[in-house]
Nanobody
Framework: VQLVESGGGLVQAGGSLRLSCAAS????????MGWYRQAPGKQRELVAA????????NYADSVKGRFTISRDNANDTKYLQMISLKPEDTAVYYC?????????WGQGTLVTVSE
């Protein structure tokens, strides 16, 4: 099973990016999903999560109102839409899928927000 993130890059403060997470070897709609990030010298933190079924979402306080996690079951892809980006959002962003007995991580995609 592989999770592959895409959509990272360099953006100016106030800009937007959309991260995508796709899987090979499994079906993402089977799993609850999370987006994590890790900035240099800091611990990895949960940014946003979405459950299976009802698709209930949860966000870190630092990104509420700016980030939106969503899923496209038809394309079996998960997204993280990020707007009003700030320099402190600079980090490697990781896609995570978890079930009752399995957990998978992507390799990460770098988001850099300049002043």
């Amino acid at each position: 099973v592989q999770l592959v993130e895409s959509g990272g890059g360099l953006v100016q403060a106030g800009g937007s990016l959309r991260l995508s997470c796709a899987a090979s070897g499994t079906t993402l709609s089977m799993y609850a999903m999370g987006w994590y990030r890790q900035a240099p010298g800091k611990q990895r933190e949960l940014v946003a999560a979405i459950t299976t079924g009802t698709g209930r979402t949860n966000y870190a306080d630092s990104v509420k109102g700016r980030f939106t996690i969503s899923r496209d079951n038809a394309n079996d892809t998960k997204y993280l839409q990020m707007i009003s980006l700030k320099p402190e959002d600079t980090a490697v962003y990781y896609c995570n899928a978890y079930g009752a007995t399995q957990e998978y991580w992507g390799q990460g995609t770098l988001v850099t927000v300049s002043e």
